[in-house]
T-cell receptor, first 112, second 117 residues
Framework: QKEVEQDPGPLSVPEGAIVSLNCTYS??????FMWYRQYSRKGPELLMYTYSSGNKEDGRFTAQVDKSSKYISLFIRDSQPSDSATYLCAMSGPNQGGKLIFGQGTELSVKP | EAGVAQSPRYKIIEKRQSVAFWCNPI?????LYWYQQILGQGPKLLIQFQNNGVVDDSQLPKDRFSAERLKGVDSTLKIQPAKLEDSAVYLCASSLIRGQGTNEKLFFGSGTQLSVL
């Protein structure tokens, strides 16, 4: 069993739709949770960062962490064609610094 | 602010050949990481440096992979000899410090895409 599971998609939605991306994990020690966006032929860039459980909102993006269920989500409201990318969840435990455990990524396509 | 620079962007080699990748992190970033991203998978950490010392190389296949970070700035990752399964994108990332019990924002370069034939 992988430490982090993520549905690879691909996911195709019309412009303006609400997108929901999810990851599950098995390591209860994880306490830092991130979402990265990766455009084709580019490196990942940090989109959202959450410490422990709870919600965090940044513009059209909302990240949720439910540690009791070992489940994290990213919601994108009013999706745009420019949101078309691969979305990677990542997480780490205490004192792990930059040793991130990534999900395999979900490929999202937003159609005009 | 300049980002993480990597070269070359693409490399094609035959199995059993050797290859080297170069990374220049963001100025002032003490910590440097090499990640391997196989097609359809998320990145996997190979090695982490803080300044010029190795912090974590537990997932580096040391029989064929080596990395160094001389003078605590640039870094090179070498594969010798390469295998077919080494085909992947090799991502370099850097962060300001290595936090104690905290996480840090990683900045990734665009990567080197390696194809081993």
């Amino acid at each position: 069993q992988k430490e982090v599971e993520q549905d690879p998609g691909p996911l195709s939605v019309p412009e303006g739709a609400i997108v929901s991306l999810n990851c599950t994990y098995s390591n209860s020690a994880f306490q830092y949770f991130m979402w990265y966006r990766q455009y084709s032929r580019k490196g990942p860039e940090l989109l959202m960062y959450t410490y422990s459980s709870g919600n965090k909102e940044d513009g059209r993006f909302t990240a949720q962490v439910d540690k009791s269920s070992k489940y994290i989500s990213l919601f994108i409201r009013d999706s745009q064609p420019s949101d078309s990318a691969t979305y990677l969840c990542a997480m780490s435990g205490p004192n792990q610094g930059g040793k991130l455990i990534f999900g395999q990524g979900t490929e999202l396509s937003v159609k005009p | 602010e300049a980002g993480v620079a990597q070269s070359p962007r693409y490399k094609i080699i035959e199995k059993r050949q050797s290859v080297a990748f170069w990374c220049n992190p963001i100025s002032g970033h003490a910590t440097l990481y090499w990640y391997q991203q196989i097609l359809g998978q998320g990145p996997k950490l190979l090695i982490q440096f803080q300044n010029n010392g190795v912090v974590d190389d537990s997932q580096l296949p040391k029989d064929r992979f080596s990395a160094e970070r001389l003078k605590g700035v640039d870094s090179t990752l070498k594969i010798q000899p390469a295998k077919l399964e080494d085909s992947a994108v090799y991502l370099c990332a850097s962060s300001l410090i290595r936090g104690q019990g905290t996480n840090e924002k990683l900045f990734f370069g665009s990567g080197t895409q390696l194809s081993v034939l």
